[in-house]
């Protein structure tokens, strides 16, 4: 008797992958992701990398997992906790036991739940038979076991045939979300395109996946999202740091200039190299140098030249960076420094999300030495701050950090394609016309200097690190002009907000509550106000995405709110900086410190508490 399957459908669901690093999880992750947003889908994720290069196979310290949150509404955030896992192993089982939602559905491969395999988890008996999971839906699937009877005649030896059961686990999940397999099936074909051996495999294990699904009892339902109302246009998913390359692709597009980048490998910053090295047909020119202080002075002779100048790192190596972006502001170069903020301090956590280094991006130079402070909130709008971040360097002849994170930078969700003529204009300040040239006469209006290229007839010149002379730009001493030099550098950075727009708000523009946040944590903070509003509660949201210099109108806003909590991932560094810019207003702070981004839940009971007071 053919079996009948009861298709629910459902808002939005939240789907983790997790196993041990070598067992797929981030690729399985990632075409769950693509296929749902092919299907329209609104959606997020949250990758979740091991920390240590190679952990003891088995081990809660080498899960490797994937979060995704689809939906047909307005996504916002990778979801709090889970609704389905898929665990690969009992460590994966083990590290994520608080992520999954009270009665959500667990699949678990029972062929590693052996008993060395429970012992390496930290496991004295199987949490299993236990009653750890009661309540939970638990699909016991023989993954291992059923990937290699379907590949038993593969030709495949055992150590490739064991790489395959990520297809199966995906092959369940798609049967579970009643997706489609083809784009999936063409991914492989491309990927493994000298190897039709490992295509035919894979695909075969998939669809083995997929039929199992349908056939065990434990699953009576299937379940679909439907599409999301997207605006109209043309979409693709993209990753934080891939968008964040393309901006300045398209900056440099724009600005007729040429894309040079000057780096070092780094974690979690190393994808835009990657990325910008593809693109060597459009003039980019990347430079893996030997170390983060060689990578920002190969950025900053580049920049002297005419490119645009970029340099890209974390945490670490911003430390490193430093006396280079001193020398970058001192000579006031065009140059974007790109921190894809990780938790610190020192190697920290590698491959978890932090925002502890914004004191470091405002003040972590010598001498008087500010500099423009951005940051990106969304993985889609890296690709606009990363623009902006062009923008104001090239116009402004002045260093500019861009702060992005783990989360932003390793998360996707849908993009909508720009053309790089809706971007706004750049206009690089270069000095075209005839007479003598002085390196540091400056606009009346934004007190920009103009560059003049090396090898143009009758503008010689040259920088350094030396303190400059008003206007000549001759090396000087004097104690009056150094305190007027520095005076200008400052003044330089504060009228740029002259020309930013005005700080918006998200929900009420007056009322009980103001939640100020910055950069990657809008998300979670988006959803949390919405949620608020729904209940009728007086509160708004505030998040900046200019740092140095604020909008010239958040005083006004502070004004406007009886209560103010400012929530970021580090102990209250934001918080500080509002303190010292607006004397007299009391700011509460709620901080978290754990490698991973706020959850809704816990924002909302918090500013529940804060509303009740």
Not at 445 to 466: D, S, V, Y
């Amino acid at each position: 008797m053919e079996k009948t399957t009861k298709v629910v459908d459902l808002e939005k669901v939240v789907i983790k992958f997790a196993g041990d690093s070598g067992d797929g999880m981030q690729l399985t992750g990632t075409q769950f992701t693509d296929t749902s947003a092919l299907l329209g889908n609104d959606l997020a994720t949250f990758p979740d990398y091991p920390a240590e290069i190679r952990a003891p196979q088995g081990t809660v310290a080498g899960v490797s997992g994937f979060q995704i949150h689809i939906g047909r509404i307005d996504i916002n955030t990778p979801g709090d906790i889970a609704d389905v896992l898929v665990a690969m192993n009992p460590a994966a089982l083990k590290a994520n036991k608080n992520w999954i939602k009270k009665g959500g559905t667990i699949i678990v491969n029972i062929d590693t739940f052996t008993k060395r395999d429970l012992e390496k988890a930290g496991y004295e008996n199987s949490p299993l038979e236990d009653n750890s999971f009661e309540g939970y839906n638990i699909i016991e699937a023989p993954i291992t076991k059923l990937t290699r009877e379907s590949l038993k005649n593969s030709g495949l030896d055992g150590k490739s045939i064991g790489r395959s059961k990520n297809m199966f686990a995906l092959g369940i999940v798609y049967w579970m979300f009643n997706r489609p397999m083809e784009q999936t099936e063409k991914f492989l074909k491309k990927k493994f395109a000298k190897k039709p051996e490992v295509v035919a495999a894979n695909i075969k294990v998939m669809h083995d996946g997929y039929n199992f699904a349908n056939t065990i009892e434990a699953l009576p339902s299937s379940y679909t999202v439907l599409s999301a109302n997207l605006k109209d246009g043309t979409y693709r998913n993209v990753m934080g740091n891939q968008a964040l390359a393309w901006g300045l692709l398209a900056a440099a597009e724009r600005a007729n200039k040429e894309l040079f980048l000057g780096s070092y490998p780094i974690t979690p910053a190393s994808d835009i190299l990657h990325e910008l090295a593809k693109h060597k047909n459009l003039g980019v020119k990347t430079f893996q140098a030997e170390d983060e202080i060689a990578g920002i002075c190969s950025a900053i002779g580049a920049s002297f030249a005419g490119s645009l100048s970029i340099t890209t790192t974390s945490g670490p190596g911003l430390s490193l960076k430093g006396e280079g972006l001193g020398l970058a502001i001192m000579a006031e170069l065009p140059l974007v420094l790109v921190n894809v903020q990780r938790g610190g301090p020192s190697t920290g956590l590698p491959t978890k999300t932090e925002q502890s280094d914004l004191m470091q991006a405002l003040y972590g130079r010598n001498g008087e030495s500010p500099a423009v402070v951005l940051a990106s909130s969304t993985p889609a709008n890296c690709f606009d701050w990363a623009y902006m971040a062009a923008k104001i360097t090239l116009e402004h002849n002045t260093p500019v950090v861009l702060l992005s994170d783990g989360h932003l930078g390793n998360g996707a969700e849908p993009w909508k394609i720009k053309s790089t003529m809706d971007m706004p204009e750049i206009n690089p300040n270069v000095d075209t016309e005839k007479g003598e040239y002085q390196p540091y006469l400056r606009d009346e209006k934004t007190l920009a200097r103009k560059l003049a290229l090396p090898g143009t007839k009758g503008k010689e010149h040259r920088l350094g690190g030396l303190e400059k002379e008003d206007v000549t730009g001759n090396v000087s001493y004097e104690p009056e002009n150094h305190e007027i030099m520095c005076e200008i550098r400052a003044e330089k950075i504060q009228r740029i907000s002259d020309l930013i727009p005005h700080q918006e708000i998200k929900g009420e523009k007056e009322g009980d509550l103001l939640v100020i946040g910055w950069g990657g944590t809008y998300g979670p903070l988006y959803s949390t106000v919405e949620n608020l509003l729904k209940e009728d509660f007086m509160v708004g949201l505030c998040q900046f995405n200019y740092i140095n210099p604020l909008p010239k109108n958040t005083a006004d806003i502070l004004k406007n709110y009886k209560k103010i909590v400012v929530c970021e991932l580090n102990s209250g560094q934001f918080a500080n900086y509002l303190r010292m810019n607006f004397q007299g207003t009391i700011f509460s702070q709620y901080n978290k410190l754990q490698g991973f981004p706020f959850t809704t839940s816990e924002l909302e009971d918090h500013f529940k508490t804060l509303l009740s007071k």
